[in-house]
């Protein structure tokens, strides 16, 4: 990893900028916030990008599961700060590093939307939750500004946060 010689606050900027347009033009939350992260952060880990296409919409648009966003935001802290297969059994706790920024994105989620959950985030920012594998609430969805606002404004805030964690890990330099 890289960490961009930009002031901070550029830095947050642009991958909340980033991760909003993504989202807004492309969809796929996981990808709009780890795509972002990647670039900025000069991550070569293409397989990873893709890997994340299934947790859109709270895995595979079912909206039950974790918000793609926080998922995407997960996936770049455990490709800076996770164990790798081969030394799995991570004597060093490197697992540990990953564990706590994770635990740390969680809360912000939290915080901001009471909730980590795909369809409780809707009803928050939306007002009700959209079945995202139903045709008909998926065109609802998008007439209620899920894409046109609505997501990409949380998609840029994970996105946003997830970068701020980094800075913030890599200034304590553990």
Request: charged letters at 25%.
């Amino acid at each position: 990893m890289k960490v961009p010689e930009k002031a901070k606050e550029v830095i947050l900027n642009e991958a909340e900028s980033k991760g909003y347009e993504f989202e807004r033009k492309y969809h796929g939350c996981a990808q709009c916030v780890l795509g972002p992260l990647m670039e900025i952060f000069d991550m070569k880990e293409p397989e990873a990008f893709k890997a994340a296409t299934g947790l859109a919409g709270g895995v595979g648009l079912s909206v039950q599961g974790t918000c793609g966003g926080l998922a995407g935001g997960v996936m770049a802290i455990g490709l800076l700060y996770g164990r790798r297969l081969e030394n799995i059994q991570d004597p060093e706790g490197l697992r540990f590093i990953s564990y706590g920024l994770a635990n740390k994105l969680h809360e912000r989620f939290v915080q901001e939307y009471g909730s980590s959950i795909c369809k409780e985030i809707h009803k928050k920012v939306l007002g009700e939750t959209y079945h995202l594998n139903n045709p008909e609430e998926w065109d609802a969805f998008l007439a209620a500004g899920g894409h046109a606002d609505k997501c990409p404004s949380v998609v840029g805030k994970a996105a946003r946060w997830t970068a701020e964690i980094i800075l913030e890990q890599e200034e304590k330099g553990d």
